[in-house]
């Protein structure tokens, strides 16, 4: 059984940092595809990256990019992501998820969500 697991998330002014984590278990000798979704109230679910787990290569969404930073921890499935330079527009619910497509990052191909960490970004 495929489980998500998130941590981190919270409050932080603008020009902030955070990381979130999110480890993934259920999975013995498969590599999935994971990523990082956002989804803000009254929009829809927006890509933020996704990492092939068995090589690391990471696609990022040009408006993240520079400033958001996904990273792996292989040997434990668990995937990061470092949020510098935070800006108010980025509060959200982020979500990390896996099996999915990780070329197209298409939120709707993804099978295993976490259960969500908020990121709130106000002076």
């Known amino acids: 059984q495929v489980q998500l697991v998130e941590s981190g998330g919270g409050t932080v002014q603008p020009g902030g940092s955070l990381r979130l984590s999110c480890t993934a278990s259920?999975?013995?000798?498969?590599?999935?595809?994971m990523a990082w979704f956002r989804q803000a109230p009254g929009n829809q679910r927006e890509t933020i990256a996704t990492?092939?787990?068995?090589?690391?290569?990471?696609i990022y969404t040009p408006s993240v990019k520079g400033r958001f930073t996904v990273s792996i921890d292989g040997a434990n499935l668990t995937i990061y992501l470092q949020m510098n330079s935070l800006k108010p527009e980025d509060s959200a619910m982020y979500y990390c998820?896996?099996?999915?497509?990780?070329?197209?990052?298409?939120?709707?191909?993804?099978?295993?969500w976490g259960h969500g960490a908020q990121v709130t970004v106000s002076s």
């Open positions: 998820a896996a099996e999915g497509d990780c070329g197209g990052g298409y939120y709707q191909t993804f099978n295993h």
């Open positions: 259920g999975y013995t000798k498969r590599r999935p595809c």
């Open positions: 990492i092939t787990t068995s090589d690391g290569n990471v």
